[in-house]
């Protein structure tokens, strides 16, 4: 936003001030206002008289009059119809942060508030938005959202709408009392057919804590608002910077779903801090009708804090409000359908979580059983296997409120990666205890169409018992995304041979020291020409191998990067199980 000939004269006489003789004030601060974008002719043009399938956005006045369009009783529905990102764009200049968000000084005391598409009728309504919604792989960033309705996000409610291509970031969001439904992109959806691909949420904060109890929140989308809804999630990815907190019924990704309703996630990732009450899921909070994940990383960390809460690493399943079953999942003899198909976790430990998460939690109380079937690749070579189990097929129906967990693929996440130095690429934690060898960060460059990623481990020779019979230090990775698919190795084993007290600048990257890690020597392994394109999902342990051949590993690491640029990343611990229980 252009600072305004009213701002510009205010900040004139506040440097004049400066130069007067100084008395003491007291300063406060300022609360910003709240206002609307003033849209002018020029802002329309690119609408029309709305009778063309495609229409391309590219300035802020344009995306504020997409906005009038979907506000008031009679909304555009955009069916069968495209609207196309054709630049990014900064809806307001500023810091979002959980507490709210804070205007930049170029922009003045001034929020221009973000009123979600459609947010203003009834989720049931043929006039939620029905269209697709095309970024073309840019950002919209700075939305301010903190309406009087439910339904927020950046679109209020779709019908069978589609969101692809598209990033969210620096955004905040607060769902008033007794309302619900709130994401960072889709409030709330209804009907089938509703699809969200390649969609990424980066820094949003969602603020549902003024909520009724069923908050319905999640970092994509709240959740099935309606009846016989159902949306598929295809390469979203919610980062380590966002924020939801609330009540119940929050996710990762989704915050509800209904037993009427099918859902699928396929090659998801969430990294956000999730606090509420309970029914939380690190990808999907209340799990209540058939759902199926495919190739999806429960990392987020979660916080439930009720006497009665519930959590799951990846989900937190429950029949629906009042235990009644649905006609819909009588061929499932009876049991609301979940299924996890290669999905890998990291279930935290928190003080505050009356029943620590694992990969999936049920509601105590008189529900009908679930039906959980656990489907596993048996990949021996890959080291995804350290995060896989090795059973082929698993079911477990559970009786009421006896499924409170299943074994952990990792025990805890012990610390996921801070930014490294005064805003540097290098992301890095101190090496952990006992370990003689430790992923210890990433370093990426990017450049136009591909990035570069090195990896750092750390050594630590106190902690290995021969270490004149070391012969090398190396990494493990394995790239578990459509780049492995196309061409690239999915699994890579390499010596990096030698290790240093300092590694010194290469692609335009921080040299790092070992002492800055608290090691005694660093290595790295690069990962050059990395399409900057799309979502990667990379698994990597560090090892070191002694004479007679003999390798041990580290603790494995994933790591997501989207378009070239760090989104997360979180230990795995390697412990395995071939079996399943029901507490």
Not at 79 to 92: E, S
Request: aromatic share 10%; charged share 15%.
């Amino acid at each position: 936003m252009k600072k305004s000939i009213f701002t510009k004269a205010i900040v004139a006489l506040m440097v004049i001030a400066l130069m007067l003789p100084c008395f003491p004030v007291i300063a406060s601060a300022e609360t910003p206002t709240v206002t609307t974008y003033t849209v002018t002719d020029a802002d329309k043009a690119w609408y029309g008289d709305g009778s063309e399938t495609e229409f391309t956005i590219s300035t802020v006045g344009e995306l504020a009059y997409f906005m009038e369009l979907g506000m008031g009783s009679s909304p555009k529905n955009f069916l069968n119809k495209t609207v196309k990102l054709g630049a990014d764009i900064v809806w307001n200049d500023g810091v979002a942060t959980s507490a709210g968000f804070t205007p930049s000084a170029e922009q003045g005391n001034v929020i221009y508030k973000w009123v979600p598409y459609s947010s203003q009728i009834a989720a049931s309504s043929w006039l939620n938005f029905r269209g697709t919604f095309d970024g073309q792989g840019h950002t919209i960033s700075g939305l301010y959202v903190a309406g009087e309705t439910s339904y927020l996000g950046f679109l209020g409610t779709i019908r069978g709408g589609k969101v692809k291509n598209l990033t969210v970031s620096n955004s905040y969001y607060e769902i008033p009392a007794s309302k619900q439904y709130v994401g960072a992109v889709v409030g709330g959806f209804y009907g089938a057919g509703n699809e969200f691909t390649n969609v990424t949420v980066s820094n949003c904060h969602i603020n549902a804590t003024k909520g009724m109890q069923s908050s319905n929140a999640g970092g994509i989308c709240g959740g099935d608002a309606a009846a016989k809804a159902g949306s598929s999630f295809t390469n979203c990815v919610v980062d380590s910077k966002t924020t939801i907190t609330g009540k119940a019924a929050m996710g990762g990704i989704v915050g509800s779903g209904r037993t009427d309703s099918t859902t699928t996630m396929t090659d998801c990732a969430s990294y956000a801090t999730l606090s509420g009450t309970a029914e939380i899921g690190g990808l999907m909070g209340r799990v209540a009708g058939k759902t199926t994940f495919t190739r999806c990383l429960g990392l987020a960390q979660i916080t439930a804090s009720s006497g009665a809460a519930w959590g799951g690493a990846l989900a937190s399943l429950r029949y629906n409000n009042n235990g009644t079953q649905a006609a819909a999942v009588t061929a499932e003899s009876g049991c609301v359908a979940v299924i996890f198909e290669d999905c890998f976790y990291a279930a935290h430990s928190n003080a505050s979580v009356k029943e620590p998460v694992a990969m999936v939690a049920m509601a105590s109380g008189s529900y009908p059983a679930h039906k959980v079937v656990i489907r596993y690749s048996d990949v021996q070579d890959d080291v995804s296997s350290v995060a896989y189990y090795k059973d082929s097929q698993t079911t477990v129906n559970a009786e009421t409120g006896g499924l409170k967990s299943m074994p952990a693929l990792a025990a805890a996440v012990t610390e996921q990666f801070s930014a490294y130095k005064d805003g540097a690429a290098a992301l890095a934690i101190p090496a952990k205890g006992t370990d003689a060898v430790k992923v210890a960060g990433v370093q990426i460059k990017k450049n136009d169409t591909t990035f570069a990623a090195r990896f750092l481990a750390t050594v630590n020779t106190a902690e290995i018992e021969n270490l004149s019979a070391v012969k090398s230090v190396g990494f493990q990775v394995s790239i578990l995304s459509d780049y492995a698919k196309n061409g690239a190795s999915a699994v890579k084993q390499q010596d990096c041979g030698a290790v240093y007290t300092s590694i010194l600048s290469d692609y335009g990257m921080k040299t790092v020291t070992a002492a800055e890690m608290s090691a005694d020597y660093v290595g790295t392994l690069v990962i050059d020409k990395i399409p900057a394109t799309g979502i990667q999902h990379v698994l990597v342990r560090a090892y070191y191998t002694t004479d007679g051949d003999a390798v041990s590993y580290s603790e494995a690491a994933v790591f997501t990067f989207v378009n070239g640029a760090f989104a997360g990343s979180a230990f795995l611990s390697t412990t395995n199980s071939d079996s399943t229980q029901a507490a």
